[in-house]
T-cell receptor, first 106, second 112 residues
Framework: QQQVKQSPQSLIVQKGGISIINCAYENTAFDYFPWYQQFPGKGPALLIAIRPDVSEKKEGRFTISFNKSAKQFSLHIMDSQPGDSATYFCAAPFYFGTGTSLTVIP | DGGITQSPKYLFRKEGQNVTLSCEQNLNHDAMYWYRQDPGQGLRLIYYSQIVNDFQKGDIAEGYSVSREKKESFPLTVTSAQKNPTAFYLC???????????FGSGTRLTVV
């Protein structure tokens, strides 16, 4: 059973637009929900994370929205830039989603 | 600078050989992890360790072995029992599983 399910698999956004990636988790004992950004040939890097005691966290252009009752969380990238083009992974302790390939068109 | 060092970056293995991937961290993290990344499948946990001399199997441990003799080091051996070892291998560390991971730059293993 997949512990963390991520969608969409790929996403194309115009420069300046909003990118939204969604994630659903299974285990209600999970207490930490990070997002990672990965460029080709590199290891993932922690982008932003949230704990279940808050519903939203914002860091610059990146926001996590968290819905504990629905067991879902999402990443919003505001004012998307070509440099944001990468693969994004949601995660919970030990488990990762399958990734979203984001392409931002100039 | 603190970080995780994985070596080698590229590794070629013949069928039937064991190979060992190196992972060293100087972040003073207690927990270390090995993940395998295949296209379209995300990152799958092979092994993790939360303390020296102790480690636990992840979802895909068959055909792999690890050791944790020092806090800084967590080498992964890919044995000949692993049927499909060609993949990108990532090592990570963190204060604990419910904290952010710091990843190494990965080792790409190819069976020839």
């Amino acid at each position: 059973q997949q512990q963390v399910k991520q969608s969409p698999q790929s996403l194309i956004v115009q420069k300046g637009g909003i990118s939204i990636i969604n994630c659903a988790y299974e285990n209600t004992a999970f207490d930490y929900f990070p997002w990672y950004q990965q460029f080709p040939g590199k290891g993932p890097a922690l982008l932003i994370a949230i704990r279940p005691d808050v519903s939203e966290k914002k860091e610059g252009r990146f926001t996590i929205s968290f819905n504990k009752s629905a067991k879902q969380f999402s990443l919003h990238i505001m004012d998307s830039q070509p440099g944001d083009s990468a693969t994004y992974f949601c995660a919970a302790p030990f488990y990762f989603g399958t990734g979203t390939s984001l392409t931002v068109i100039p | 600078d603190g970080g995780i060092t994985q070596s080698p970056k590229y590794l070629f293995r013949k069928e039937g050989q064991n190979v060992t991937l190196s992972c060293e961290q100087n972040l003073n993290h207690d927990a270390m992890y090995w993940y395998r990344q295949d296209p379209g499948q995300g990152l799958r946990l092979i092994y993790y360790s939360q303390i020296v001399n102790d480690f636990q199997k992840g979802d895909i441990a068959e055909g792999y072995s690890v050791s944790r003799e020092k806090k800084e080091s967590f080498p992964l051996t890919v044995t000949s029992a692993q049927k499909n070892p060609t993949a990108f291998y990532l090592c990570a560390s963190s204060l604990a599983p419910n904290y952010g991971y710091t990843f190494g730059s990965g080792t790409r293993l190819t069976v020839v």
